[in-house]
């Protein structure tokens, strides 16, 4: 098995390259905010108001929650003969990290998608997804400057960090990030 995850300020297009590596490439691409939206909206999901809550207010949720359900979206991979798993927006907080790697397993590189706060701002507006209002903006690019640096910090310690500039088209991005997957020995299989 093999895990990378990708940070980067909310809008910096983490959503849109994983998508493309997933319908290029045999992998698996788990948006940490698209598993937590789809698990709030299961009828039977004994979670649902403290996710729609945490997401409405841009704070991370409790950490239980969030590795629970990336953890059985992973088994299921598995079972389907998957084994790179991309990690959208995951961990965000030092105490995920460490949980995620006691229960799961060890991430193995993390890619950082840096872009210009404008940027960001920019695009997430033009997306008008239900939690994109200028505060909630605002929040989510404060949780990542200041809480989310440090599990950024602790792989940088381990060497296991590689910035990526996604100021750019989307198309150029996606070159930029199969180069430099490349260059960490992290080879991916084209799907057919
Ligand atoms: N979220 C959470 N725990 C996580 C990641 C996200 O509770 O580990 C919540 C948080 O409230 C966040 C929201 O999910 O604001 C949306 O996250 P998403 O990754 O979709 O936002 P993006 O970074 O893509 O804009
Ligand atoms: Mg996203």
Redesign the pocket.
């Known amino acids: 098995m093999r895990i990378i995850s990708v940070l ?5 297009g ?2 849109t390259q994983c998508g493309l590596l997933r319908t290029t490439f045999m992998c698996a691409h788990l ?4 598993v ?2 789809a698990e709030a909206a299961k009828p039977d999901s004994p979670y649902t108001s403290i ?1 729609e809550d ?8 409790p ?1 239980e ?2 590795v629970g359900v990336l953890q059985s979206h992973i088994k299921e991979a598995l079972d389907n003969g998957i084994q790179t798993f991309f990690l ?6 030092l105490d ?1 990290a460490e949980y995620f790697e006691e229960i799961v397993g060890p991430i193995d590189l993390v890619i950082v998608f840096d872009c210009p706060e404008v940027m960001l701002t920019q695009r ?1 507006l033009q997306r008008s ?1 239900a ?2 209002d200028t505060d ?1 903006i605002k ?2 690019i404060e ?2 400057k200041a809480t989310t640096s440090h599990v950024v910090k602790k792989y940088s310690d381990m060497g296991k960090v590689v910035e990526l500039k996604t100021d750019t088209e989307v198309e150029d991005i996606f070159i930029r990030l199969q180069q430099l997957l490349k260059e960490h020995d992290m080879e991916l299989e084209p799907r057919n």
Do not use: M
């Open positions: 980067g300020g909310p809008g910096s983490k959503g948006s940490v905010g698209d937590l939206r996710i945490n997401i409405r207010n841009g704070r991370v949720g950490k929650i969030t959208d927006g995951f961990p965000r907080k995920q997430l997804r939690d994109d909630n929040r989510r949780t990542f």
